[in-house]
């Protein structure tokens, strides 16, 4: 039944199926009104952060140490050290903060959140590879700002894809 005829016919004159399966598309403004209306939302984000700034830390250290202590090329670093958080991330997020979202089994959710954190590698590699090309702050410094600028790119993807309900 087209979505434009639903408004138009009373409930009653609805099919069992009809009612069940069918889909509300509202206007994106709404879906972020009733989102940010949501204290589950809040407090998901709030356990997001937490989450993140562990992995944060966790991959901060290991590029340091990947940088300072074995001397390698911070091109190298960034994959080893970013893998770190990412490993950390993913089992405090579906253990803690995506709790109540399985959509679907914890290896099929793992390849969802690689594939958000990859992309979003990605663009946190050539935002530190732009920085140390074009500035002359400490590498570590960068990662940490790319890694900032990345966040909400990664909470995002990691929400509605990851661990989508």
């Given at each position: 039944?087209p979505?434009?005829?639903?408004?138009?016919?009373?409930?009653?004159?609805f099919?069992?199926?009809e009612?069940?399966?069918?889909?509300?598309d509202?206007?994106?403004?709404?879906?972020v009104?009733?989102?940010?209306?949501?204290g589950?939302?809040w407090?998901?984000l709030i356990?997001?952060?937490?989450?993140?700034?562990s992995?944060?830390?966790?991959?901060?250290?290991?590029?340091a140490?990947?940088?300072?202590?074995?001397h390698?090329?911070?091109k190298?670093?960034?994959?080893?050290a970013y893998?770190?958080?990412?490993?950390n991330?993913?089992?405090?997020?579906?253990?803690?903060t995506?709790?109540?979202d399985?959509?679907?089994?914890?290896?099929?959710?793992?390849?969802?959140?690689?594939?958000?954190?990859?992309?979003?590698?990605?663009?946190?590699y050539?935002?530190?590879?732009?920085?140390?090309?074009w500035t002359?702050?400490?590498?570590?410094?960068?990662?940490?700002i790319?890694?900032?600028?990345?966040?909400?790119v990664?909470?995002?993807?990691?929400?509605?894809?990851?661990?989508?309900?």
């Amino acid at each position: 039944m087209p979505a434009d005829t639903l408004t138009e016919m009373p409930a009653e004159e609805f099919t069992a199926d009809e009612l069940t399966t069918a889909v509300v598309d509202l206007p994106f403004h709404h879906r972020v009104r009733v989102g940010i209306s949501s204290g589950e939302n809040w407090l998901q984000l709030i356990r997001f952060g937490v989450v993140g700034a562990s992995g944060f830390a966790v991959n901060t250290v290991m590029f340091a140490l990947c940088l300072k202590v074995l001397h390698l090329d911070y091109k190298i670093a960034l994959p080893i050290a970013y893998l770190a958080g990412v490993v950390n991330n993913f089992t405090w997020n579906s253990r803690w903060t995506f709790t109540n979202d399985r959509e679907s089994h914890t290896a099929v959710q793992g390849v969802k959140f690689l594939v958000v954190s990859t992309v979003a590698f990605g663009v946190n590699y050539g935002l530190v590879v732009a920085f140390v090309h074009w500035t002359t702050l400490d590498k570590v410094l960068i990662d940490v700002i790319a890694n900032i600028l990345v966040t909400p790119v990664n909470f995002l993807g990691q929400k509605l894809w990851s661990f989508k309900k």
